[in-house]
């Protein structure tokens, strides 16, 4: 196991709802990087968390949020639910090591959007 | 063009087979490399990191060429455990700062009895 975990396990919402994701690191990591992954593809980045502040984001909209607290879990925040917002959430913590690190993965957070 | 581009499969193999997995990236300043395994409605677990020397775990070897920006992964004597989607997996840092993970999209194998 690696010691990452995500609530809930599963979630369903309809469009247009808001809904927040959280994960917990693995002792001893400062960063937390959040993917979107749907049937059938690899996970897509969303954003990364560096010691509470963004590091890095991919090509999701504003309505993509995030947080990172000083215990280094964290939150993602979707507004506005769309029905391709439906997908694996996955995050994955790890040590900053100037581009180096590994990254280990929690569960995932399944959304269904109505 | 994708960022990382993987073989599309899946791969169909009898055990005991040796299966190679190869993956293209397009940014030349990419820093890091990984293969990662992830199974059927499962989070995708670290499989090896893949350094220029190459790098060798048991019956997995990895290999980088950076000048053609490819990353291979070979598995000898595959067995019915082998059996799940290989991800290959790149880090960048962008020009304007921060980190970005670039994931492929997968190359599913099938290992048969």
């Known amino acids: 196991e690696t010691g990452v975990t995500q609530s809930p396990t599963h979630l369903i919402k309809t469009r247009g709802q808001q809904v927040t994701l959280r994960c917990s690191s693995q002792s001893g990591h400062n960063t937390v990087s959040w993917y979107q992954q749907a049937l059938g593809q690899g996970p897509q980045f969303i954003f990364q968390?560096?010691?509470?502040?963004?590091?890095g984001r991919g090509n999701f909209p504003p309505r993509f949020s995030g947080l990172q607290f000083p215990n280094y879990s964290s939150e993602l925040n979707v507004n506005a639910l769309e029905l391709d917002d439906s997908a694996l959430y996955l995050c994955?913590?790890?040590?900053?090591?100037?581009?180096?690190?590994?990254?280990?993965f929690g569960p995932g957070t399944r959304l269904l959007v109505l | 063009r994708k960022e990382v581009e993987q073989d599309p499969g899946p791969f169909n193999v009898p055990e005991g087979a040796t299966v190679a997995f190869n993956c293209t990236y397009s940014?030349?300043?990419?820093?890091?490399f990984f293969w990662y395994r992830q199974d059927c409605r499962k989070e995708p677990k670290l499989l090896m990191s893949?350094?220029?020397s190459g790098n060798e775990d048991g019956r997995f070897t990895a290999q980088l060429n950076r000048a053609s920006q490819y990353i291979s992964l070979l598995i000898r004597d595959s067995k019915l455990s082998d059996s799940a989607t290989y991800l290959c997996v790149v880090n960048e840092s962008p020009r304007g700062g921060g980190f970005k993970t670039i994931f492929g999209a997968g190359t599913r194998l099938f290992v048969k009895a």
């Open positions: 940014n030349s300043a990419s820093q890091s």
């Open positions: 893949v350094y220029s």
């Open positions: 968390y560096y010691r509470e502040e963004e590091n």
């Open positions: 994955a913590s790890s040590l900053a090591q100037g581009g180096q690190e590994t990254q280990y």
